[in-house]
């Protein structure tokens, strides 16, 4: 299933960040922990494209095959929403 | 026409970009000329995010409920690549 | 102490991320998921600043009134570094 | 001197911009479009942390070793807000 690999992924991100966390109480050095967030950020981003990847050959395509112009109307919306938001964080 | 919009947003982002260029010339601040690049930046994210929109509401929905399953994949590919890119850039 | 409000502000995150892995096990809409997940990036990167911030009040003044040049070449360095890639995360 | 590269950097870009502004008008493949507005992005970025480089190598240094502490305290503000809008856009 897809969604075990995103599950996985994330709970991998989720040790990393409990391990920026653990940077910032043994007072490391503010540089290394600003480096590791911003390694828990890309592997965000590379999760959120794993997800929209199946959102799109999964839901995208029914919607767009299916008789439901509202629904395809909103399916596409959300798409360009979420790439405008992603070019913001 | 969907185009003309995008023509002349990114005729603006140009005007834009070469007022960013005299103030360089001029010997600008260097925090203000880098908060114009920063704007230049933001105004081009929002046009690459109209020109998505009009995409997936032409070329996408045509792909998907198109006979051939190449191309769809290969558009559907797409959407995820520049949704990716756009979270690096 | 400032390492405080960075640590409550992680902490914080880390449980916005566990929302998302929930989120993940249930089977939520991708759309939303992909929200939320941008939206734990915005959150990580308002903490990345508060650590640059810190960073620049302590360590980068004491270096660049130090005598020792190479320190502070370093320190600046690493500045551009951590703002070059934070445009590409 | 530092502003001549930045100078020629930002030309560069100019022309590259210049080129999207034909493929719209040409009405080139909307993903190609997307593709080339992401490569000027990165390319700004780019430039956005070289002329970074150089305020802090310059006026930061000098702000921080003078005895104006209003003026060294806005110069120190004012990298923490480029970097957090970098993350933004």
Redesign the interface.
């Given at each position: 299933m897809e969604?075990d690999t995103?599950?996985r992924r994330?709970?991998t991100?989720?040790g990393h960040?409990?391990g920026?966390?653990r940077m910032?109480?043994e007072?490391s050095y503010?540089?290394d922990?600003?480096?590791q967030?911003?390694a828990?950020?890309?592997a965000?981003?590379?999760?959120?494209?794993q997800?929209?990847?199946?959102?799109?050959?999964s839901?995208?395509?029914t919607a767009?095959?299916g008789n439901n112009a509202k629904e395809?109307e909103k399916v596409?919306?959300?798409?360009?929403e979420?790439?405008?938001?992603?070019?913001?964080?």
């Open positions: 969604n995103t599950l994330l709970k991100i989720e960040l409990r920026v966390i910032v109480e007072d503010c540089i922990v600003i480096r967030i911003q828990v950020d890309a965000l981003n590379k999760v959120s494209a997800i929209l990847e199946n959102h799109l050959n839901c995208v395509i767009i095959k395809r596409l919306k959300e798409i360009t979420v790439f405008e938001m992603s070019t913001k964080v």
